[in-house]
């Protein structure tokens, strides 16, 4: 099966579909961080401001019998690029998708002279965190810390993540 997913650069005429993938993929942000509040009012209209920012050339669709089942971005800075976004259709994950746009992505980065590559998953996205450190990214460049200004919002965040021995929530 995973032999017949081909991926292709983006076309206008993938818009509808790759928005409806931006807004499960913030559907899923807001169930595990139990916020409705992320993405806004219309999260699909992201998708369009991350074209219109980083230009349709730089995203990349997984197809599998003539259907969108995944997209894969990369926002490239001189020699450093970020994978921005990677989002596999609900009803197509955990079958080897991700990981075939991320052996793609990677080899993209690498012909295109890129030096470093990134991703930023969100911290309660156990699974992806795992699959990224197995295709190779394990390296910490930086970390990305707030804070919430709002009592009750405090309540939402987990515990049990250290790093240099101090405890963190996601």
Known sequence: MLEDVKIRNYKESDNALCQKMW????EY?????????????????AFDEH?????????WVAVLDNEIVGLVGLIIKGKEAEVEPIIISTAYRKRGIGKKLLRFIINNSSE???KYLSIRPVARNKHAMKIFNEMGFNIIG?????MSLKEKECKRWKTGIEIHDIPFDY
């Open 51 to 59: 074209l219109e920012k980083y230009g349709e050339e730089n995203i």
């Open 23 to 26: 807004i499960e993929l913030t």
């Open 112 to 114: 295109k002279g890129i």
């Open 29 to 45: 942000h807001q169930e595990i961080y139990e916020d409705s509040s992320i993405g806004g009012n219309n999260p699909g209209q």
């Open 142 to 146: 930086h970390i990305e810390l707030f």
